[in-house]
Nanobody, 112 residues
């Protein structure tokens, strides 16, 4: 059974940084595309960043240049480094590995 466990969320002031982690189990991690998504109150869930098994990355326009997705296959973990945070980045952030397999989410709140 696939499990994804996010951590690293919290409250930060605008301009600050956070690093989210997502630890995966129950799958061959290195073979899988991993992604981060977020959902703000009253809004649809949106893709933030994706990383392929080969390490190629892609980002939503709203976070490009500020966020970095990376993976450590030895630790079965994907990361999201978030810099220059803005209040509009406030959301629950979710890790995703396809086929409807989501983590439980971690709250990120950016104060102005």
């Amino acid at each position: 059974q696939v499990q994804l466990v996010e951590s690293g969320g919290g409250l930060v002031q605008a301009g600050g940084s956070l690093r989210l982690s997502c630890a995966a189990s129950g799958l061959i991690f290195s073979d899988n595309v991993m992604s981060w998504h977020r959902q703000a109150p009253g809004k649809q869930r949106e893709l933030v960043a994706v990383i392929t098994s080969g390490g190629s990355t892609n980002y939503a326009a709203s976070v490009k240049g500020r966020f970095t997705i990376s993976r450590d296959n030895a630790k079965n973990t994907v990361y999201l480094q978030m810099n220059s945070l803005k209040p509009e980045d406030t959301a629950v952030y979710y890790c995703y590995v396809g086929r409807g397999r989501w983590g439980q989410g971690t709250q990120v709140t950016v104060s102005s």
